[in-house]
């Protein structure tokens, strides 16, 4: 997800976080978009595919394995953006 995606989908899906970020220091600012829309995707899995359990447990899975993998491969990234 590219920075203009993440602040999009915090504008669009949680309004408290997007007014919140705008006070945060401009160096910080992109990494809480990030996360914030990480967790806005995170939490939409279910509501994406609610009619089908299997698909939302692969869907997770797939999250679950991205996040591992960068953890785990302790790579530095420039920005949190390209963890997601």
Do not use: H
Not at 12 to 20: E, G, H, L, R, V
């Amino acid at each position: 997800m590219n920075p203009e995606y993440c602040l999009s989908l915090v504008r669009q899906f949680d309004k408290p976080a997007f007014i919140s970020g705008i006070f945060l220091p401009v160096k910080v600012r992109k990494a809480f978009y990030a996360t914030r829309a990480l967790n806005l995707e995170i939490t939409r899995v279910k509501d994406a595919t609610s009619e089908n359990e299997m698909a939302n447990l692969l869907r997770y899975q797939w999250w679950r394995e991205l996040i591992d993998e960068v953890c785990i491969s302790n790579l530095q990234f420039k920005d949190t953006n390209q963890m997601i």
